[in-house]
């Protein structure tokens, strides 16, 4: 039997007070996901029960039961607390998929602060910008990253602390640097956890716009409520489960279901910090047992690749349920799966902004591959007319998904930065930036995205950021970053660039361009290939139409060119 039993159920007279019950949480108290995914779960008599599993480089392993992740993250809290942060200060988790990351987040939340946690493969600039926009107190990372944060010393007078975990002191350190063992520092069993109330802030995370800096999505410790009740009821968790999302924490999935969803459910999670690959993925689920599996199209895709024939080689009827999430997946990703793997991938969308599961598959109804499912019980989700901002109600018609607001884990502020955050309602409607039609039986298609915004491989790309490092190069005049196809990814980076008088376009220069932009992105938002121009497309007023150059890529219709320059 799943947990949400059936759907058509469950979404007659639902109400979020549902999963408040079940987290013996009453308006006006106290909430603290810290607390939640940790100290409760002993109380449950879970305190020896595993909560994570970890497996590095070598096949090196860690394990911690739910009493060592409520003492680690007490320990945690209180030597931040030593240092003088406090509630409300952003601390940054600058990390591998470490267990220092899963368990600090944790520890930064029962300080009352607030968690941002960025892809530790961030360049330099990547880094800066987001650190700039949130003025983060603090930053917990690793040796091999700390000299990207050492560069921005200058730059980063708000930035106070920097935490290394894997350091033991010897070697000199600068004046605001310290370090931290997480392991072996005398353990805190009891840490006074900090009364964070349904609207304190909790984690902060970055995603990427069209233009202007990356948006600093903030979220509350409320959230708790749609994460710990999506993850029960769309991902199933269950008392003997052993489950794997493979997202990073840097990324949204990573924390609302790779840290809070699994943890507040009390689940045995396992994380594989090492790079993909199809052998090491399938080896992991078979040692591990795992059986409920969370990732995302592109992996799919890359092990569809790896062909069927690797499949045999493993163990894997562990597996009982499997889900993604990041990008449209396709439907020969889920015939596939279910021929080679037995199961289907239900597929789930949601965003950054939504922070939790907002149009899924669920366990026990019909999956129609290349649909998202239907929208989970709570969320009233439209298609809107995209001139009129009118709810469309006829099936099959593409509109922009809009969510009327209300659910818990809604975001609650792009921080500092509330004009862009305004923008994202029109009559009382939050606009995903999205578009979708859902057909007769209520079943969501989805059709597109309604900016220039990239998604590689289920991580936007903001083609600004990406130009922006373009242009810091002496030989690039102007630039424009789109979406190009492809076979694993769905789409990549390409970059178009003209360049300044004197430098001669060609392959060496290509090669030095990319050199430059490599240190100060990370590598998902690096180009796959730059184009040289003569000039790039304009509008009359001056702006880049990425729109043309996007339609030459995918061999589609330029479309309305009434206002290009000439
Ligand atoms: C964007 C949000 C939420 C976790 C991962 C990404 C796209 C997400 C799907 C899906 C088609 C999807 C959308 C969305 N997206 N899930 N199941 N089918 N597209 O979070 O980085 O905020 O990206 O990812 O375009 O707006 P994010």
């Known amino acids: 039997m799943s947990n949400i039993g059936s759907y058509d159920e469950r979404i007659k007279d639902f109400d979020w007070s549902i999963a408040e019950k079940e987290l013996g949480y009453k308006q006006g108290d106290n909430i603290n996901i810290g607390w939640y995914c940790s100290d409760r779960i002993c109380e449950m008599g879970k305190a020896d029960k595993l909560a994570l599993i970890w497996e590095g480089l070598g096949g090196v392993e860690k394990r911690y039961t739910f009493n060592d992740v409520r003492v680690r993250s007490n320990t945690i809290a209180k030597y931040l607390q030593d240092l003088g942060i406090k509630d409300g200060d952003r601390v940054c988790l600058f990390m591998d998929k470490i267990p220092e990351l899963y368990i600090g987040f944790l520890g930064v939340l029962k300080l009352g602060a607030i968690a941002q946690p960025l892809f530790s493969a961030f360049g330099d600039e990547s880094l800066h910008v987001r650190l700039d926009n949130a003025e983060t107190t603090a930053i917990i990372t690793q040796r091999k990253h700390v000299s990207k944060v050492r560069k921005l010393l200058e730059r980063a007078p708000y930035l106070k602390h920097i935490i290394l975990v894997d350091h033991d002191g010897k070697k000199s350190l600068n004046d605001r640097e310290t370090f931290f063992n997480m392991d072996e520092a005398e353990p805190v069993e009891n840490f006074d ?7 304190s802030p909790s984690v902060l995370h970055y995603t990427s716009g069209t233009t202007g800096q990356p948006k600093g999505v903030k979220h509350v410790h409320y959230s708790l409520i749609s994460q710990y009740l ?3 009821w769309v991902l199933d968790i269950q008392e003997d489960d052993i489950y794997w999302c493979t997202a990073d924490p840097g990324w949204v999935t990573g924390t609302s279901y790779g840290i809070i969803g699994a943890w507040s459910n009390g689940a ?26 969370y990732s995302a199209p592109t992996a799919i895709r890359s092990l569809m690749k790896a062909g069927n024939d690797v499949v045999k080689k493993y163990d894997l009827s562990s597996l009982r349920h499997l889900a993604s999430v990041g990008e449209p997946l396709n439907a020969e990703a889920v015939i596939w799966s279910e021929k080679v793997l037995g199961l289907p991938f239900y597929d789930t969308f949601w965003q950054t902004e939504t922070g939790s599961m907002m149009i899924c598959n669920y366990p026990g109804m019909k999956v129609k591959p290349g649909s998202m499912g239907k929208p989970f019980p709570g969320i009233t989700a439209a298609i809107l007319d995209p001139d009129t901002f009118e709810e469309i109600k006829e099936p099959n018609k593409p509109g922009l998904i809009a969510f009327r607001p ?32 859902f057909d007769a039986d209520g079943y969501w298609w989805f059709v597109g995205r309604d900016d220039d915004v990239i998604n590689t491989g289920g991580h936007l790309v903001s083609p600004f950021e ?16 789109v979406a190009k196809p492809d076979e694993v990814n769905m789409e990549v980076v390409k970059a178009f660039v003209t360049l300044k008088p004197g430098f001669e376009a060609g392959e060496e220069l290509e090669l030095q361009i990319m050199n430059f932009i490599r240190k ?18 304009k509008t009359r007023s001056g702006k880049i139409m990425r729109r043309m150059l996007h339609a030459k890529e995918w061999g589609l219709e330029i479309g309305d060119t009434s206002t290009l320059e000439d």
């Open 193 to 199: 956890v900090f009364p964070t109330k349904a609207n």
């Open 230 to 232: 999506t993850a029960k």
């Open 268 to 293: 045995t999670q396992c994380v594989l910090d090492t790079g993909f690959s199809a052998e090491s993925w399938y080896a992991f689920v078979e040692k591990n047992k795992v059986s409920m599996w």
């Open 406 to 437: 209300g659910w818990p884990a809604m975001m609650r502020m792009y921080w500092r930065n509330e004009e862009t955050y305004n923008k994202k309602f029109v009559n009382g409607w939050y606009l995903s930036g999205d578009r979708s039609t």
């Open 466 to 481: 990406v130009e922006s490092a373009l242009l810091e190069h002496e030989a690039v005049a102007e630039s424009a970053v």
């Open 520 to 537: 100060k992105l990370s590598p998902l938002a690096m180009p796959q290939e730059i184009e040289y121009m003569e000039t790039l497309p």
